[in-house]
């Protein structure tokens, strides 16, 4: 039985808006509650299916939910083999079931000078150095520690903030006035050309 796509449409409109909240309410254990989810209609219809695990660290709640997920999906992909070790760490059985495939990234593009000058401009930057951070506003990446750092620099620094995430507010309300908050970027060449220094404030990286 396959449906028409104006008779899909509606269905797959709630799905999303379900799947939405799910998220919003599901925090950091975003990454595994779907393969959870997945992995147990997979076993009831006989699909595989395939949990990617990228963290390396996490709450409790988001250790459950992962071991949960390495058990019940047909095979775990990791983005590193530190990743892929803790896997086996927490469930032995998974030996033979853990797919390493690294997290790619394709050649920066050249930016143009009066394109980072625009957008200098467009974010209202002045000649102060310009700190860039391209990262999920996430607890594991740091932000909140690097605005406590910016506090303690002499000098005016602009710090750009690029990315979302559910830090989001809490940064926001605990952030000084010359930091900009970018939003998710399809294209993270000028916002990486734009910058004076470069910071990956993580606590801990896959």
Do not use: C
């Not at 803790?86 to 469930?91: A, H, L, N, P, T």
């Not at 909140?144 to 989001?168: F, K, Q, W």
């Amino acid at each position: 039985y396959t449906l028409s796509l104006p008779d899909a449409l509606p269905i797959w409109k709630g799905l999303v808006g379900v799947h939405d909240v799910w998220m919003e309410a599901a925090g950091e254990d975003r990454e595994a509650l779907p393969a959870v989810a997945a992995g147990l209609a997979g076993r009831t219809v006989g699909t595989p299916t395939l949990y990617h695990r990228h963290h390396l660290e996490g709450s409790s709640r988001l250790r459950v939910a992962s071991r949960v997920a390495t058990r019940v999906t047909t095979a775990t992909m990791v983005v590193s083999h530190a990743v892929g070790r803790r896997v086996v760490d927490e469930d032995p059985g998974a030996v033979d079931r853990v797919v390493l495939a690294r997290n790619g990234v394709g050649p920066p593009r050249a930016v143009p000078a009066d394109e980072i000058i625009a957008l200098r401009d467009r974010l209202g930057l002045d000649r102060a150095p310009v700190v860039v951070v391209v990262a999920r506003l996430r607890p594991e990446k740091g932000h909140r520690h690097l605005l406590r750092a910016l506090a303690l620099v002499g000098r005016p620094i602009n710090l750009v903030l690029v990315g979302s995430g559910p830090e989001e507010p809490s940064l926001r309300a605990a952030a000084p006035s010359r930091v900009v908050f970018a939003g998710h970027q399809d294209d993270v060449a000028p916002w990486y050309a734009m910058a004076d220094i470069v910071v990956l404030p993580s606590l801990h990286e896959a």
